[in-house]
């Protein structure tokens, strides 16, 4: 598969797989969920979905919720995708935002 294609199958699976988790997925302990990036592997066997919830809260028990909803996911995507291999979804958790957040709280507290 050419680069461009693959690269546009990330694109349309992070803004379907952000709708399903935000529209299809009915499960209100999952707060927020920002799907961040989709990586897919070479032979589309994988895709690695990096996702950040917004507030506090343990990242754990919604992270099952989405591990438990990936067949369901992955099911939907399939319908709305026209590709030859539908990957398995692994969510990981992308910390990132959060780090960032203890970096500004370091850098302002050094500023006073």
Request: hydrophobic share 40%.
């Amino acid at each position: 598969m050419a680069k461009h294609g693959k690269s546009r199958n990330k694109s349309l699976m992070l803004r379907y797989i952000s709708e399903i988790i935000s529209f299809k997925v009915h499960d209100p302990s999952l707060g927020l969920a920002t799907v961040t990036a989709v990586e897919i592997t070479n032979d589309y066997s994988y895709a690695k979905v990096y996702i950040s919830f917004l507030g506090d809260g343990d990242i754990k028990p919604k992270m099952d919720i989405l591990s438990n909803a990936a067949g369901f996911i992955r099911h939907e995507i399939a319908q709305k995708m026209q590709i030859r291999k539908m990957p398995e979804l692994r969510f990981i958790y992308d910390d990132t935002l959060e780090k960032a957040h203890k970096i500004e709280e370091i850098l302002k507290r050094t500023k006073k």
